[in-house]
């Protein structure tokens, strides 16, 4: 072998090795970095589960103290709502005495409501021991359409809320509610105003009220007597107690909130 076969063979060998040692260096560079990345990567998969997990147990307990708080607090609402028509019918010469803080409970502790089409309103009178009732129809500043004595006379009137109140010993309109939001039935609506001018005979407080006619509205079709006419009405029940019934049967009335109407 010549010293240049040497030469160029020895060069070689020299290349290979070079060429295998770059080859294992980049090699180990990429393991190193791939296992760098993947270590990385499972480090911060870890992260994220241990921070939802976190996220998760927080949200849990949230709900288990925010589920009996919530729901302490409105049977605490129902009770304050409750009260006073417990104690008054436990004791009716508490009525006067009871009116002041249903009140309060109902103008201060409790949200309004707006009515809406055929929503039943009401309003104390005598003190808490009778009610004045009616039906919200909307449609501008007389907007509830009611049975009044006008001269003795039963007499349908389409009238202000202003009106409406007037005459009573309360200056609360309560609305028919459910879950803090008024409720009402169109057809109700539609039969109130369809009767406005009507004179459906003399006026008495226990056999021909304004419940008399608020229980007519509700009926729950509009075919529903009205072959009968009169007599229809006047067999209606003529109390709060039975428009209440009435009302959470037909609308799921289950509350009644305050309307502030002059806000």
């Not at 260096?25 to 939802?52: I, L, M, P």
């Not at 009716?92 to 002041?100: D, E």
């Not at 007599?231 to 039975?242: C, G, H, R, W």
């Amino acid at each position: 072998m010549g010293l240049f076969d040497f030469a160029e063979s020895a060069f070689g060998s020299v290349c290979d090795v070079v060429s295998e040692t770059a080859s294992f260096a980049g090699k180990a560079a990429s393991g190193a970095a791939s296992f760098a990345g993947d270590t990385v990567r499972y480090a911060g998969n870890a992260a994220c589960d241990v921070a939802e997990k976190g996220m998760n147990l927080f949200s849990d307990t949230i709900d288990v103290i925010d589920k009996p708080v919530s729901r302490a607090l409105d049977f605490a609402d129902d009770a304050l709502g409750y009260m006073p028509e417990v104690i008054r019918h436990a004791c009716p010469l508490a009525g006067p005495m009871m009116a002041p803080v249903e009140s309060f409970i109902d103008n201060v502790l409790r949200d309004p409501v707006t009515p809406v089409m055929g929503s039943v309103l009401y309003v104390d009178l005598a003190c808490g021991y009778a009610e004045h009732s009616g039906i919200y129809v909307g449609g501008g500043e007389k907007c509830i359409v009611e049975l009044s004595n006008e001269d003795g006379q039963c007499i349908i009137n389409l009238v202000s809320p202003d009106e409406f109140v007037n005459g009573g010993t309360g200056f609360s309109i309560y609305v028919s509610s459910r879950n803090g939001y008024a409720v009402g039935k169109k057809r109700a609506a539609r039969r109130a105003l369809s009767m406005v001018g009507c004179n459906l005979g003399t006026y008495n407080i226990a056999l021909n009220n304004c419940h008399m006619f608020t229980n007519y509205c509700l009926r729950k079709k509009d075919s529903d007597d009205d072959s009968r006419g009169l007599s229809a009405i006047l067999d209606m029940k003529m109390t709060l107690t039975s428009i209440k019934n009435r009302a959470r049967k037909v609308m799921d009335a289950d509350e009644w909130r305050v309307w502030r109407y002059k806000d």
